[in-house]
């Protein structure tokens, strides 16, 4: 089956600074990657769509500043959380979909990284 | 109100045991439906896709009545392996790729 992976698993930072994780799909091309946030007890709430080599899509209330997506090419997109702060800790989470033109892909789920902002 | 409810649970439940969740949607227009499997710490995992006509998996069986905009999931003769947090997810109308996530019904199998 597809795998996506991720990486860093976990990170720890103070806060101010920034903090690259990367969404790679290991076996397949991905057109389009999708990045989650989950806070405990809540549910994955889609923070942005990024397409290969367009700008990503933020869902509304995302700032698209403080949450950098790179999407360069078809197996790597990165989300860059800049001047982190403690409520940004969290589990983030990508996915990634690989059939180009259809609608309803498959989403492959990397493993998560948990961010810590102290 | 939320997109995608959920009972949070828990579900405590003894091993052989038939447990049954359920989820309504806000949308009447939804067009895809999953029930995926979350551990702690762990990435969502598809479980099954949920069709009108109802399907089984097993010993998973899911269910979606669209008039009462609801979907279930009934699991029988539990595992232990099957401790996790459910979640419901719908997708919207036009479908394309995004995925309303339920915040989950958390289960525990025991011995």
């Known amino acids: 089956g597809a795998v996506v992976s991720q990486h860093p698993s976990r990170v720890i930072c103070k806060s101010g600074t920034s903090v690259k994780i990367e969404c790679r799909s290991l076996d397949f091309q991905a057109t389009t990657m999708f990045w989650y946030r989950q806070f405990p007890k809540q549910s994955l709430m889609l923070m942005a769509t990024s397409n290969e080599g367009s700008k990503a899509t933020y869902e509304q209330g995302v700032e698209k500043d403080k949450f950098l997506i790179n999407h360069a090419s078809l197996t790597l997109s990165t989300l860059t959380v800049t001047s982190a702060h403690p409520e940004d800790s969290s589990f983030y989470i990508c996915?990634?979909?690989?059939?180009?033109?259809?609608?309803?892909?498959?989403?492959?789920f990397g493993p998560g990284t948990r961010l810590t902002v102290l | 109100r939320k997109e995608v409810e959920q009972d949070p649970g828990p579900f405590n439940v003894p091993e052989g045991a038939t447990v049954a969740f359920n989820c309504t949607y806000s949308?009447?227009?939804?067009?895809?439906f999953f029930w995926y499997r979350q551990d702690c710490r762990k990435e969502p995992k598809l479980l099954m896709s949920v069709y009108s006509s109802g399907n089984e998996d097993g010993r998973f069986t899911a269910q979606l009545n669209r008039a009462s905009q609801y979907i279930s999931l009934l699991i029988r003769d539990s595992k232990l392996s099957d401790s996790a947090t459910y979640l419901c997810v719908v997708t919207p109308q036009g479908g394309g790729n995004k995925l309303t996530f339920g915040t989950g019904t958390q289960l525990k199998v025991e011995l």
């Open positions: 949308n009447s227009a939804s067009q895809s």
């Open positions: 996915s990634a979909a690989g059939l180009a033109g259809a609608s309803t892909d498959t989403q492959y």
